[in-house]
């Protein structure tokens, strides 16, 4: 089941400052605005690494708040991944955010990461991020969609992610491809290859297991069902 498109727009137009999840996101994070006061206020900057970000989302943040609290973000991602000039605030470092040994515990203040630990592979890559996650910083704010939110968030589909994996294989063949023909076996190789590449959504006790020090933040939709879910380590923790 696909949703409309005007419900898709609503549900992933990042661009736009001012879209209903462009707000929800710069409410979300207000704990983690909470954390950069906290250490500019201790130590007069903030060294902080966000592992899988890009540039264009501290947007929601703005430059003016980052420069008055000399933040300076390392953003960290793959090589293929276009590296932004380094203007002051922002640095790129091509990496594995699952395998960062060139750079010593505790080399930052804060970590970041927002909807990435459920991109990077399997259980044992999911646990390396999370352990860099917390050997890189004292502090750290780890946002990821949650499993059981009955909208797929990447492919924007009503239970997707719920479904048996010969229907969700079945969505990656072209349309209008009859089963059981020679054509659609040719597609096979492509359809289990996007499969396994979907993101591995996390439920609470295997994020909580994760990330065994931090208080967990369920983000809510409508008030009622949780979104998404958020690790956090830091001075000012939020209530659930």
Not at 59 to 82: A, W
Not at 101 to 123: M, Q, R, T
């Amino acid at each position: 089941m696909r949703l409309n498109s005007k419900l898709r727009k609503i549900i992933t137009n990042y661009q736009d400052p001012n879209s209903w999840i462009s707000r929800r996101r710069a409410r979300r994070v207000g704990p983690l605005l909470t954390m950069i006061k906290h250490v500019y206020n201790k130590n007069g900057r903030v060294r902080l690494i966000d592992l899988g970000g890009r540039q264009e989302y501290w947007n929601i943040v703005g430059r003016e708040f980052l420069q008055r609290h000399h933040v300076k973000i390392t953003l960290v991602n793959l090589p293929s991944v276009e590296a932004p000039p380094d203007d002051g605030v922002f640095e790129y470092h091509a990496g594995d955010a699952c395998q960062l040994s060139e750079f010593a515990d505790n080399s930052f203040d804060i970590v970041h990461s927002n909807s990435v630990i459920e991109h990077v592979g399997d259980w044992t890559r999911i646990k390396s991020f999370a352990h860099e996650s917390r050997r890189l910083a004292p502090l750290h704010f780890i946002q990821t969609p949650y499993f059981w939110f009955p909208i797929e968030p990447h492919y924007v589909r009503v239970f997707h992610h719920w479904r048996p994996w010969p229907w969700r294989a079945r969505l990656h063949f072209p349309r209008r491809t009859a089963p059981n023909t020679n054509r659609d076996l040719a597609h096979v190789e492509h359809a289990m290859t996007a499969l396994f590449s979907e993101p591995f959504l996390l439920d609470l006790r295997t994020f909580q297991f994760l990330f065994p020090d931090s208080v967990l933040h369920r983000e809510r939709f409508l008030g009622i069902f949780v979104k998404s879910l958020i690790a956090v380590l830091g001075p000012h923790r939020p209530s659930n």
